[in-house]
DNA sequence: GATGAATGAGAATTCATTCAT
DNA sequence: AATGAATGAATTCTCATTCAT
């Protein structure tokens, strides 16, 4: 049915297929069969690539939070100012980037945090990735001259996931291409008026 | 098992077990035989009183989003400046309100956008809630003088949702009892320095 | 398919089916399908009676240690002399009685044995049965004179669980209608010469 | 992975571990790919070697006999007197012998028996090897002496399966060491009181 | 000889839903 | 209104076997 290939070619490609059923379907009606369809598989290749289906599942979460940190850190130190980080947080979060394939990922994300409510093995990675992007905003905030820098990190980061959320359960509410202006309103309100000078 | 009962008891204790079973383990999870031990009833006295599964999901939404509407009217009703009426709006969303069950469950709502992502019935729903949430910020902000209360509103609407998520999802980053306060905070620094008085 | 019964009734169905399957075709190749099959059910009603299909297995060691041991009490209780109890003994575990409906229990004991070898639930109950059958014998043995009823009891329960494997794997080889008298040959060896009067 | 090897050096050492496998987790959890592993080999090669699983099974079983066969002729051949070979025979098939690797694993000639219930291929082997044991032990005990050497073939070869299958599946019963020890009472007991001289 | 990706035919188990009682 | 046995379709996962490389 298929040509041989690598098990590294295999697992990206059952993942890629994974990510667009996830986002069409949620996770539990995104079956092995659904998902090998997907990728042009049999359902027996994809349990030799992934034992469990929660292993799929495991796999995308890495790789988006993969994705993400690298976004945010190449944005980081593309920056030159303090405030200029904190934009670039934001674009680098909220941005639609063309230049990007994973235009599916605000909906998959959501479809994760869903299942980190129940999922231990899940919780435990998405928890880890909100800490951490928490932690960012709240150094690029002090450094920009937030007077609160804790409360406002825990802002950002309930806005981008907020963001993502309604994108995904309320399309139309939020204007395509505003997520990022949004945030970095919120956010320059915080900063001290020369600051953005 | 049980006394005979009015068809309107019975769906209120199905839907209050549904609501108890979905935040432990998801839609998807929360199979007819585990609401109805949580019931206290036989599975098929279940789907006496409701034909389908997804019938006791609906009647869960409308009855949460029923009682938020409620809570907000009457925080708007009782506020009496513009300002006042931002700030019950905050509250009222995201005070802790003992009294109120069915807002003790941020989770329960989290599960809920979850399936918005995927079931039409329950994204039209979730949709106009989220759609009319949207309005009444706009409303507010506007009359406490936001000179741009559209984009006002979609933050705080983001926020909203993302601090139930983070709630659901990252226990422990959202400060037990904080978040109403963060969004007053947003809100506040979008409106003109004399519309606090 | 079928009409309704009650649970003891097809829980009893379902585990004669799966003595019959177990000794044709050994348990692993006993799949819920064949037993449905033969018990002329649907593999979900017997699902629907043994949450596992390791119960079934279960529910049948039970009812068969729980027959041996009626049949080895009443047997003993019927004798009067010590000897004749000895004799008892090998009589209610070996003699073919026609009255006997599960002249398939020599076959499903084998089977049941070789699975003791590997499921731990399975040799708890098989070296429970074991150890009280070897206990009965060395109680019945010393009472009747054997200078060393440890060792004969041994012996005894071997000769037993001998007879009943080469029964099932080696037919022919084992006279039909001979077992009991080899082994009371063998236990009547064993007793003081006078014993046996 | 591995370095080419002869056929013959594969196929032993697949065979062995599909042994050891075989004692751990019966044979129908004795997959291709665990047998692979214990080997350290790939399935392919298993596969290579054996052109179905039941190939494996037939050569260890094989292989057991022929080693059981040699213990017992070599054990005879070095007996001097008819009562010697007796109790040459039971030393041979029930001494723990720690040269005879082959005999060390009492489960997996259950297992092997257990199997024998089902598939007329190893039934046969099994089978064709318990009556070789029934005509030895007959032999050798018409030669010491033994009124009727066919009940007492019957009875040796019940008890050596017997104690192989207590020893596999109700370990503890059997006190290691003393199993040559039973048998052989159970014959001297049957032979005229001079044969023992 | 050796590898390991690929297949396909099941396997156990789950569960919404039906319905006779 | 209530019960719980019964159904059947679906789901995840397993594995002997094949075969291109």
Do not use: C, N
């Amino acid at each position: 049915m298929v040509d041989r290939a690598s098990t590294d070619v295999r697992r990206a490609q059952i993942v890629d297929a994974f990510r667009t059923v996830l986002v069409d379907v949620g996770y539990d009606a995104a079956t092995i069969a659904r998902i090998a369809r997907a990728a042009g598989l049999t359902p027996g290749l994809v349990h030799y690539h992934f034992a469990h289906k929660a292993e799929i599942l495991g796999a995308l979460v890495d790789g988006i939070v993969t994705g993400l940190r690298a976004r945010v850190d190449h944005a980081l130190a593309a920056a030159s100012t303090p405030v200029d980080r904190v934009d670039a947080l934001a674009d680098a979060l909220l941005a639609v980037d063309p230049a990007a394939a994973d235009l599916s990922t605000p909906s998959a994300w959501a479809a994760i945090g869903a299942e980190a409510t129940r999922r231990d093995d899940v919780r435990a990675v998405y928890a880890r990735w909100i800490v951490a992007l928490r932690d960012t905003f709240a150094d690029a905030l002090r450094d920009a001259g937030d007077p609160d820098p804790a409360a406002g990190a825990v802002v950002a980061t309930a806005l981008v996931e907020g963001l993502y959320g309604l994108a995904a359960a309320a399309p139309g509410v939020v204007v395509p291409g505003s997520a990022a202006g949004l945030l970095r309103g919120v956010l320059r309100a915080r900063l001290p008026a020369g600051g953005a000078r």
